[in-house]
């Protein structure tokens, strides 16, 4: 089951703060972030855990609620680097394969 | 800091011919996954492998698609007779403790 992004697309100036999210209607056993950048291979960025953990990286952190099945990106004081398509991968069970959801597309603006 | 590398960058193939991609995984990792990416569309699984055997197989790996590690280090794609709606970005992952790091991919175009 794809895992629903919202929003599709944000743009944003540089130092402002956006919140992606990703959420799915079957249990999740781990969320995990990626950025991909045009002609790129996806980057990863973090993995959340079920058990609700929150992780942070520079100035992007993520949460992850288990009870709603749900996890959010959080990118503060944005930078042009941070312009990109940010793709939620989700897993129901242990090391298997990641379900992508469509992407949201960040731009960011100087 | 070591990556997943993937050969050809980019291959043009004619419809009906094979071709073979390849990954080298980052050489501590265990599962290894191939993964294509349609252009300006998401990124679909393939399969898995773990412990020199097919783990998990998605849907569009059909008869069409084989894998192997035929040495201790590579790991490919074949894809058998290619069809033009084979055309898209072929990456291959590889993941320890869960985190799956991705090559560069192989851009495979079918004319």
């Known amino acids: 089951q794809q895992p629903v992004q919202s929003p599709q697309a944000v743009i944003l100036r540089e130092g402002e703060d956006a919140v992606i999210n990703c959420s799915s209607s079957k249990a999740l056993y781990s969320v995990h972030w990626y950025r991909q950048k045009h002609g790129e291979a996806p980057v990863f960025l973090m993995i959340?855990?079920?058990?609700?953990e929150q992780k942070g990286h520079e100035k992007i952190s993520a949460s992850f609620n288990e009870k709603k099945q749900q996890s959010s990106l959080y990118l503060t004081a944005s930078q042009l680097s941070y312009s990109g398509t940010y793709f939620c991968?989700?897993?129901?069970?242990?090391?298997?394969?990641?379900?992508f959801g469509k992407g949201t597309r960040l731009s960011v603006i100087a | 800091e070591p990556e997943v590398t993937q050969t050809p960058s980019h291959q043009v193939t004619q419809m009906g011919q094979e071709v073979i991609l390849r990954c080298v995984p980052i050489s501590n990792h265990l599962y290894f996954y191939w993964y294509r990416q349609i252009l300006g569309q998401k990124v679909e699984f393939l399969v898995s492998f773990y412990n020199n055997e097919i783990s998990e197989k998605s849907e569009i790996f059909d008869d069409q698609f084989s894998v192997e590690r035929p040495d201790g280090s590579n790991f490919t794609l074949k894809i058998r007779s290619t069809k033009l709606e084979d055309s898209a970005m072929y990456f291959c992952?590889?993941?320890?403790?869960?985190?799956?790091?991705f090559g560069p991919g192989t851009r495979l175009t079918v004319t």
């Open positions: 959340l855990l079920k058990g609700g």
């Open positions: 992952a590889s993941s320890i403790n869960r985190e799956q790091y």
């Open positions: 991968g989700t897993e129901n069970s242990g090391n298997t394969p990641l379900v």
